[in-house]
C-alpha cells in the first residue's frame, strides 16, 4: 500500500510539477495529505464520463439511432432541449438542498448509477422498439439521464473544490479533456474504419451499454475520493432567486436585450441533430457516416476553445456575431447542397467538414455569450444575471424542441434552412447589443 502510494505521488509530481505532493490552496487542511489520490480519482471519474457522455450524444449518435429506428422527427426536435434544459433546470433546483449536505459525493455517485441506468434502458428500447414507441422510451430515458447530470454537475465542483487545490485544478482538467478527447477519437475511427453496414442496431446497443458501464467505473473512481465535511450554510435557491430577480427583465434593458439574444442563439444549439439526419439521409456507407461526424465533433471541441478565446478577449460581441453568421450560412449551403444534389458536400466527408464547422461555430457561440454576461455584469449583479438568465433560456430550450414538428412536415434540409436563416437574424440582432469588452 505504501509503495502504491509513493508510485501515485511521484506521478501526481511529474504531472503537477509539484516538488511536494501535499502543498494545498483552499483546501481543508486535513486534505492535503489525500490530494494525490483524490486528483487521480476525479481525473479518472471526470474522463470516463466525458466519453460516455459522447458514445451517447443526444445531438449526434441517438438522432442517428432515431433515423435507424424509423423515429419522427418531431421527437428528433427535443433531445437537444431535454439533454441541455433537463440539465439546467433541476440543477438550478437542487443546488440549495445539495449545499445542505456537509459531503457531496454521494450526490455525484447517485447521479452517475442513474446515468448508467437510463443509457441501459436506452439500449433495450432500441432492441425492443421501432417508430414511435421507441422515440417516446428513448426521450423518456434521456429526461432521466439529464435530471442525473445535472445531480453530478451540481455536485462535482463542490467535490473538487474540496480535495484538489486551485492551483492543480487546471492541470486537472486539461488532462481529462485531452485524454477523453482522444478516446472519442478513437471511437470515431473505429466506427469509420469497420464495416459496421449490417450490425445496426447492435452497434449502438452496443454503445449505449459501453455508455452505461463507464460510468459505473466513473462511480467506482469517485467513490475513491476522500472528501472533508464542507460548510453547509448559504447558497440559496437559484430557481427562487431566479423569479424574485424575474423583474430584472423589464428594469435592465442591457440585461434584457442579452437575454434575448441568448434565446435566439438556440438556433445554432438545435441544428445538430438535423445534420446528423441529412448526413444519414445522404449517406451511402453506413455507420461510417457517423463515424466521421464523431471524429468531427472531437476536433472541434478541441479546435474551438483556442480561436474564440483570443477572439472573445478582444470582443465577445464579435465572437456571437461571427459564430452565428457562420452556422446560418451552413444551414443555408447544407440546404442548397441537398436540393441541387451537389455531391461533394452531400458525401460522408463533405458533411462531416460542414459538421466540423458548425459545431466550431457552436462553440463560438456558447464562448461569447459566456464572456459577454461576464463583462456585462458586475458583483453585485452577476449571480442574478446568471440565475435569470439560465433559467429563461432553460424554458425556451424546451419549448425549442418544437422545431422537430417542422423536421417531420418539411424534411430535415428545410428545417436547418429555417434554422440557418434565424442564425442569420440573431447576428442582426447582437450587432445591435452594446460592446462590452475592454479590447
Same mark, same amino acid.
Given at each position: ?11 501526481? +509530481?511529474?504531472?503537477? @510539477? !509539484? ?6 490552496? !483552499? ?7 489525500? /490530494?494525490?489520490?483524490? *486528483? ?5 471519474? +471526470? ?12 445531438? $449526434? ?7 435507424? $429506428? ?14 441541455? &434544459? ?16 456537509? %459531503? ?12 448508467? $441506468?437510463?443509457?441501459? &434502458? ?8 421501432? @417508430?414511435? #414507441? ?46 477523453? @478527447? $482522444? ?16 450490425? =445496426? ?9 459501453? &455508455? ?7 462511480? *467506482? ?6 472528501? /472533508? ?6 447558497? @440559496? ?17 442591457? *440585461? %434584457? ?39 468531427? +465533433? &472531437? ?17 465577445? %460581441? ?27 458536400? #452531400? ?16 462553440? =463560438? ?24 438568465? +439560465? #433559467? ?42 452594446? /460592446?462590452?469588452?475592454?479590447?
Amino acid at each position: 500500500m505504501t509503495q502504491n502510494s509513493s508510485a501515485l505521488e511521484e506521478l501526481y +509530481n511529474r504531472i503537477t @510539477g !509539484d516538488e511536494d505532493a501535499r502543498v494545498c490552496k !483552499d483546501i481543508p487542511e486535513e486534505a492535503c495529505e489525500d /490530494q494525490p489520490r483524490n *486528483f487521480f480519482a476525479y481525473l479518472w471519474a +471526470n474522463l470516463l464520463g466525458k466519453v460516455a457522455d459522447e458514445i451517447a450524444s443526444a445531438k $449526434l449518435v441517438i438522432p442517428w439511432l432515431f433515423g435507424v $429506428l424509423g423515429v419522427p422527427a418531431a421527437f428528433t426536435g427535443f433531445l437537444v432541449p431535454i439533454r441541455e &434544459g433537463g440539465v439546467l433546470l433541476p440543477q438550478l433546483a437542487v443546488a440549495a438542498a445539495v449545499r445542505k449536505l456537509a %459531503r457531496r459525493k454521494g450526490v455525484w455517485l447517485l447521479g452517475a448509477v442513474l446515468s448508467a $441506468l437510463s443509457l441501459f &434502458g436506452m439500449a433495450w428500447a432500441a432492441v425492443s422498439y421501432e @417508430g414511435s #414507441t421507441a422515440g417516446a422510451v428513448i426521450i423518456s430515458m434521456l429526461i432521466i439521464f439529464s435530471l442525473s447530470r445535472g445531480l453530478c454537475s451540481v455536485s462535482a465542483k463542490d467535490v473538487l473544490g474540496k480535495t484538489v487545490s486551485k492551483s492543480r485544478r487546471g492541470a486537472l482538467m486539461g488532462w481529462s479533456a485531452s485524454l477523453s @478527447g $482522444l478516446a472519442i477519437l478513437g471511437v470515431g475511427v473505429w466506427m469509420g474504419m469497420i464495416d459496421l453496414k449490417d450490425a =445496426g442496431l447492435g452497434v449502438f446497443a452496443g454503445l449505449l451499454i459501453g &455508455g452505461g458501464i463507464l460510468w459505473i467505473v466513473a462511480a *467506482f473512481f469517485f467513490a475513491l475520493i476522500k472528501e /472533508q465535511p464542507g460548510a453547509t450554510e448559504g447558497g @440559496g435557491n437559484a430557481i427562487t432567486v431566479a423569479f424574485k430577480q424575474l423583474k430584472l427583465l423589464l428594469d435592465d434593458k442591457p *440585461f %434584457r436585450r442579452f437575454v434575448l439574444a441568448r434565446g435566439a442563439l438556440l438556433s445554432v444549439a438545435l441544428a445538430p441533430p438535423f445534420y446528423v439526419l441529412v448526413v444519414q439521409q445522404e449517406s451511402q456507407a453506413g455507420l461510417f457516416g457517423l463515424g466521421a461526424l464523431i471524429i468531427a +465533433n &472531437g476536433l472541434a471541441s478541441s479546435l474551438s476553445s483556442p480561436i474564440w478565446g483570443y477572439m472573445g478577449d478582444r470582443s465577445s %460581441r464579435a465572437v456571437m456575431m461571427m459564430a452565428a453568421v457562420g452556422a446560418g450560412l451552413l444551414g443555408i449551403l447544407t440546404y442548397i447542397a441537398v436540393l441541387a444534389e451537389w455531391e461533394w458536400i #452531400t458525401s460522408e466527408i463533405g458533411l462531416a467538414v460542414i459538421f466540423l464547422v458548425l459545431n466550431i461555430m457552436h462553440g =463560438g457561440v456558447r464562448l461569447g455569450r459566456k464572456v459577454y454576461l461576464v463583462d456585462m455584469a458586475n458583483g453585485e449583479n452577476r449571480a442574478a444575471y446568471v440565475a435569470v438568465s +439560465n #433559467t429563461v433560456i432553460g424554458v425556451l430550450m424546451l419549448f425549442g424542441g418544437l422545431i422537430g414538428l417542422v423536421g417531420d412536415w418539411l424534411g430535415a434540409a428545410a428545417t436547418l434552412l429555417i434554422l440557418g436563416v434565424l442564425s442569420l437574424l440573431a447576428a442582426l440582432y447582437i450587432a445591435t447589443l452594446p /460592446q462590452v469588452s475592454e479590447g
